[in-house]
């Protein structure tokens, strides 16, 4: 077994570590070939529209929406790489595929939709009430909701 240190390596059979590895190497390799290809094309098309195009103000316009849309999208997946990169991390610390709140195992399943989940379903759930709550509380003081966080 590939060595692992962490509080969880003993329960994670070698399959289970192998399956992992592999799904999230595939995922990060996926996202990876995205993100490059689309500041590529970016660079592309703002390199091209620069030379051959005279915008309108309207069209102007647009043409920064597209891109900030496109910034956007690019950002996003971004932070899904590095979100994917903690997890192959806690992979080899022993700590990935493990509940962060209460330690159990998150599902094989949810690993499969979700690679970077730090927490079951359960207590994902949980987590995502408590910060409904703090919402509703927050709006009802009027004032804004001191632990609202979407990080995690």
Known sequence: MKTMTGRNTSSMTEGRYSELKRMLDERRKEILSEVQGRIRDQREADAWG??????????SSEAD???????ALIQMKAETLTKINDAL????EGAYGYCADCAGEISDKRLRALPFAVRCKDCEEGREMA??????????????????DLSS
Not at 131 to 148: M, T, Y
Request: glycine share 8%; net charge negative.
């Open 89 to 92: 991390t806690r992979l080899e």
């Open 65 to 71: 929406i597209q891109e900030d849309i496109e910034f």
């Open 50 to 59: 620069k030379v051959h195009e005279v915008l309108d103000a309207g069209e």
């Open 131 to 148: 910060v409904e709550r703090e919402k509703v509380l927050a709006q009802k003081r009027g004032g804004p909701a001191f632990f609202f």
